[in-house]
């Protein structure tokens, strides 16, 4: 067996525990020494170590990380770090005039294989030691097409275009306006055509460090496809944007098929990279100590593979369990309790936008969606629920309990994780309940220790919701949760809020543009029209079905349930489905009886 021992170094704390991993490895007790510490850290000596597991059960930092894994496998590793560190094994397989979709958890390898294949990080074949040089890169691959890939950057003959994976960075690394950076890149001479499609133009004279999270997601795609390039990368490119907007930004990046571009998209939006991508490979492993990268499949297939968690062709399992989607996600929840919230005619007015939000009412254990394209008032309606903002006559809302993570959110607590949910949560924290429906479901055990402003996007983005669901609270409000997340961590975090919702019989408002995670998490809608920037109009609540279909008709875009896993799919624009599912006014899906 190959054996993976991984340790981070920032979680050891080998004065603090007493050096317990040491005192219990039975190798060290039998003077081979499999741990050491060297500069007052601990080291793993993966050549004597027997996976017994005893230190991984025993470090009380979580630091520790040992996989067994078949020898075979070691043959085709790509990559690793250093010692005791992730580990990558096989790369994604570049083609021109296709458009390969990268599809898995965080932290199991994917933008480092595009940093590879963009030769960001000089690739070891896990020799970090003495890595291989160029050439030896190319003897490694010889028969494959990445042999070519790693020939045309040795011989300068590779240009790569490459969207980074967080774009609120960008205003740190580049200034200007949008319309000076955009027109400084157009090596394609494209950049009218996509400023049309993806709305730029009252963008153009705006400073970088003034946009949205959307804004500047729409001008990085921009950019990456408007370069000259032969590979282009894109790192989760959906990122804060709508559903019309992912679908746009989708069909821009399909584009650069037409002049035989090799493009790899990395995105955790199910329906987007299903309408996006011709191939998938699925990365599978243990986040944060190896990846495995799958063989290529269909789109179809390679999404349904990572669903189930098993890859036939292969015969690997890498789940236990499969995600299952429903027609109609099952809820225990009762939708009909007592009302717990109305409101009357809402309006908000802004310099230049108008907000209306018509009378509605929610009631105890239920959970309500919010649907809109960008810019049309979400976020200023859940702020007026959570009394950060007022509304033009001056009415309130009765006084209530409220708990709301913001839609962008930043690391300022100076302090570890551990310390700021305690602080939330109080005496909770330490229950049963707390660690199997919060700190379980989200994954936050092993970033307790870690100080918040070290986290990383996705980490916050748990953290965060965590923190929101860890206060008492009568209603609670999310906004846009699953940024950043993975397609599980998405599902999972929509069965935290599921529970909390249940478990207490309080009310929650979720703004989500996954329509995956709307469909499996809301138990009804609240849909947002009009035009954005401009006039804002919040519609009563109304069915999942319902709000689902005046959403996707206002968006003219129709979605169909997989025959296999029930998960939701963008219909081709024009096929034979989509307009027939225009024709009957079913935008959502076609009832069995109907098909």
Known sequence: MTRVAVLQADKCKPKRCDRVCHRFCPMVRSHREAIRFEHGKAVIVESLCSGCGICVKKCPFKAISIVNLPDELEMECSHRFGQNAFKLYRLPTPSPGTVLGLLGQNGIGKTTALKILSNEISLNLGNFENPPNMDGIIRHFRGSTLQDHFKRIKEGKLTVSHKPQYVDKIPKAVSGKAGELLEKVDQREKLDEVAVQLELKQLWNRPLEVLSGGELQRVAVAAAVCREADVYFLDEPSSYLDVKQRLEVARVIRSLKKDEKTVIVSEHDLAIIDYLSDQICVFYGEPGVYGIVSHVHGVRTGINIYLQGYIQDENVRFRKESILFHEKPPTTSFVGGETFLEWRRIKKTYEGFKLVAYSGEIKRGEIIGI?????????????????????????????????????????????????????????????????????????????????????????????????????????????????????EERLNMARAIRRVVETHNVTAFVVEHDVATQD????????????????????????????????????????????????????????????????????????????
């Open 371 to 487: 649907l809109g394209p960008n810019g049309i008032g979400k976020t200023t309606f859940v702020k007026i629920l959570a009394g950060i903002e007022t509304i033009d006559d001056g009415r309130k809302f009765a006084e209530l309990e409220v708990s709301y993570k913001p839609q962008y959110i930043s690391a300022e607590y100076e302090g570890t994780v551990q310390e700021l949910l305690t602080k939330i949560a109080k005496e909770r924290f330490g229950s049963s309940w707390y660690k199997t429906e919060i700190r379980k479901s989200l994954r936050i055990d092993p970033l307790l220790d870690r100080n918040v402003v070290e986290l990383s996007g996705g980490e916050l983005q748990r953290v965060a919701i965590a923190a929101c669901l860890s206060k008492k609270a009568e209603l609670y409000l999310l906004d846009e949760p699953s940024a950043y997340l993975d397609v």
């Open 520 to 595: 499996f998490i809301a138990d009804r809608l609240m849909i947002f029209t009009g035009e954005p920037g401009v006039e804002g109009k919040a519609n009563p609540t109304t069915s999942l079905r319902n709000g689902m279909n005046m959403f996707l008709k206002e968006m003219e875009v129709t979605f169909r349930r997989d025959q296999d896993t029930k998960r939701p799919r963008v219909n081709k624009e024009g096929s034979k489905l989509d307009r027939f599912q225009k024709e009957i006014g079913e935008y959502y899906y076609v009832r069995s009886s109907e098909t």
